[in-house]
């Protein structure tokens, strides 16, 4: 497949019309229409159901996308490395991540970098661990934060120097808002939304002695903030790390830490061998001096 005929893919994906995306590539619809049948008999299924008016992904056209989307990102990010002048230091960073108070270090990093080099940009991708490796593997992120206890054996990495706090995202008018810190018998019976990933379950279950999917769980979620609009509304208490709600001044919400305390190493972790651009390579320079 050539990345040429994957963009076209794309193009007719995003559209859902076949003349709007001939329109959008300057291609005539009997060319565009080819070469997609021509991707289909190469491929040997089909991408697309056909409509009297529009298209749409059929299962095996909604995994091209995805993987079309990784390969056009890549050959792209390629291409702009390689092309621009030596003297001139430009490009993006890619950057993936938790969401972890820690990212404050390397966001003052970027900051003094971009300070000295402006035409470097940065694109932040956030999820958890698993999605961010896959993503390091596949060459579309320079550095993952990695939080806790991820297997990084596969990688290079820097132990950043700060770590994150377990505990109870809840209203300041919630009966445990009077507590200084939340122990495991406080959650009995209480309405709880906690992530959905398996390390995060594992982890708190180990610090409740038992298994968390016993208490009462009312929500899962992957990124906090929508978590903590339902926490505000009453829905429940969140089980989060700290500062990553603003809970300060006029905030109805509070953080409760948890006891014994719970908190997490953090790591930025990159592919072994990896062969940086000269924007990633000084950001790397730049964290390891801050280390330092």
């Not at 005539?28 to 008016?53: A, V, Y």
């Not at 505990?167 to 200084?180: C, F, S, V």
């Not at 997490?264 to 990896?274: A, D, G, H, R, T």
Request: hydrophobic share 40%; with cysteine.
């Amino acid at each position: 497949m050539e990345v040429r005929v994957l963009r076209y893919f794309l193009t007719i994906a995003r559209e859902g019309n076949i003349s709007a995306a001939a329109g959008a590539l300057h291609l005539s619809q009997p060319t565009l229409s080819r070469q997609i049948h021509e991707m289909e008999d190469q491929l040997g299924t089909q991408l697309f159901t056909r409509g009297n008016r529009t298209i749409t992904l059929t299962e095996s056209g909604r995994l091209l996308r995805k993987r079309a989307e990784e390969i056009v990102s890549l050959v792209d990010r390629t291409e702009a490395e390689i092309t621009r002048p030596d003297e001139i230091v430009s490009g993006d960073i890619f950057i993936g991540g938790g969401e972890s108070d820690a990212m404050r270090l390397l966001a003052k990093i970027a900051r003094d970098l971009q300070g000295d080099y402006p035409e470097i940009r940065y694109r932040l991708h956030s999820g958890n661990a698993e999605e961010i490796k896959e993503r390091l593997d596949k060459g579309l992120l320079d550095f993952g934060i990695l939080i806790g206890d991820t297997d990084i054996r596969t990688y290079d990495y820097l132990r950043l120097p700060a770590v994150d706090t377990w505990g109870l995202l809840l209203r300041r008018d919630h009966p445990l808002a009077a507590k200084t810190a939340i122990a495991p018998e406080d959650l009995r019976g209480i309405p709880l939304l906690c992530s959905d990933q398996d390390r995060v379950t594992n982890l708190l279950s180990s610090w409740l002695g038992t298994d968390i999917t016993e208490c009462n769980i009312v929500a899962t979620y992957n990124l906090i903030y929508n978590a903590s609009v339902m926490v505000d509304e009453g829905l429940g208490c969140a089980m989060t790390l700290d500062k990553l709600i603003n809970t300060s001044g006029d905030s109805s919400l509070c953080f409760r830490p948890l006891e014994p305390r719970l908190t997490v190493s953090l790591n930025m972790v990159w592919k072994k061998y990896q062969v940086f651009s000269h924007a990633a390579e000084l950001f790397l320079t730049r964290v390891r001096h801050e280390l330092e």
